[in-house]
């Protein structure tokens, strides 16, 4: 599978932003989706994870209660949703897909998007 990230851009503090990935080329249903981050000089780090049955979701504490992710089936797509973004949010944004029921860790992932740049200004 082959996965397409897209909708960062540049956002004051305190505003909102829509991360999308579409899949492509394998069984969307095999894997559970995530997003990670990596800011300039640190690790990449998980942000949200959805389980391939759509069922549960997790998220980092810095992002609980702002960021919310979600799954259509039917367009082999996950979402971001991001709000009241803060300058620390800024990173790149990565989503993954791992062949597993669930994904809370980079550990295992087997594909990953290109990544799309999300920059928060203060």
């Known amino acids: 599978v082959q996965l397409q990230a897209s909708g960062g851009g540049l956002v004051q503090s305190g505003g909102s932003l829509r991360l999308s990935c579409a899949a492509s080329?394998?069984?969307?249903?095999?894997?559970?989706m995530g997003w990670f981050r990596q800011a300039p000089g640190k690790e990449r780090e998980f942000v949200s994870g959805?389980?391939?049955?759509?069922?549960?979701?997790n998220y980092a504490d810095s992002v609980k209660g702002r960021f919310s992710i979600s799954m259509d089936n039917a367009k082999s797509s996950v979402f971001l949703q991001m709000n009241d973004l803060k300058p620390e949010d800024t990173a790149v944004y990565y989503c993954?897909?791992?062949?597993?029921?669930?994904?809370?860790?980079?550990?295992?992932?087997?594909?990953w998007g290109q990544g799309t740049q999300v920059t928060v200004s203060s």
């Open positions: 993954a897909a791992k062949p597993t029921p669930v994904i809370t860790n980079i550990n295992g992932v087997e594909v």
């Open positions: 080329g394998g069984t969307f249903s095999r894997y559970s």
């Open positions: 959805i389980a391939r049955s759509g069922g549960s979701t």
